[in-house]
């Protein structure tokens, strides 16, 4: 079966420092991935999403970036955090073989910049 | 723009039915999903609707009407484990999910 697993689970940055999350999948190949930003109450903002490696697209200007250096590893990355980047951010996968292609979620990672 | 809106927020009573509307206007249309998310946690799939019609699974049922950019999600025999928000997605042109800001439910015993 496939599991997705991200990390950390949560953590607690100072403005102006780097950020490093990872998100893996297990059981599938060639998925397309997804990162996610969700704000306190609010839905969830498309990042990035990728269809294989180093294929990278970006939905929103911001100082964020991501890399896809194996087939199914997925990093978000920032070399100098603002205070709002803050959120849950949500590693996501999907292949084109489910018919409804819907989306499975990783546990996320809560973000708060100080 | 693309657009999907849900009421932010809804109380219901345990035991009763409520019935949650989304309401989208986006690039194409791939079909319209339905997510459950429980406070700080993921998003998991509870319906997918690509025709018009009502899907029904379980206690919960998906409706989508594609001519009026409308579904709504039923909930009946609410539980106090339903308290959660509920997530609609439209699957546009480009395959790409565009979400609603979630409504959160909040069940009353």
């Known amino acids: 079966s496939q599991t997705i697993h991200q990390w950390p689970a949560t953590l607690v940055q100072p403005v102006g420092s780097p950020l490093s999350l990872e998100c893996t999948v297990e059981?599938?190949?060639?998925?397309?991935l997804y990162w996610y930003r969700q704000a306190a109450g609010r839905g969830l903002q498309l990042l990035f999403y990728s269809v294989g490696i180093g294929q990278i697209s970006s939905e929103v200007p911001q100082n964020l970036s991501a890399s896809r250096p194996q087939d199914r590893q997925f990093i978000l990355s920032s070399k100098k955090l603002l205070l709002s980047d803050s959120g849950f951010y949500l590693c996501?996968?999907?292949?084109?073989?489910?018919?409804?292609?819907?989306?499975?979620f990783g546990p996320g990672t809560r973000l708060t910049v100080t | 723009g693309q657009n999907i809106d849900q009421p932010t927020e809804m109380t219901a009573t345990e035991g009763a039915i409520v019935q949650i509307n989304c309401t989208y206007q986006?690039?194409?249309?791939?079909?319209l999903f339905w997510y459950q998310q429980h406070a700080g946690e993921a998003p998991t799939f509870l319906s997918y609707?690509?025709l018009d019609g009502l899907e029904e699974k379980g206690r919960f049922s998906s409706f989508l009407s594609r001519s009026k950019g409308y579904s709504y999600l039923l909930l009946k025999e609410l539980q106090m484990k339903d308290s959660a928000s509920y997530l609609c997605?439209?699957?546009?042109?480009?395959?790409?999910?565009?979400w609603g800001a979630g409504t959160k439910l909040i069940i009353k015993p």
């Open positions: 609707n690509v």
């Open positions: 996501a996968w999907n292949t084109r073989k489910d018919r409804t292609y819907e989306q499975y």
């Open positions: 986006t690039s194409g249309f791939n079909g």
């Open positions: 059981g599938t190949s060639n998925p397309n």
């Open positions: 997605a439209v699957k546009d042109s480009n395959y790409q999910l565009i």
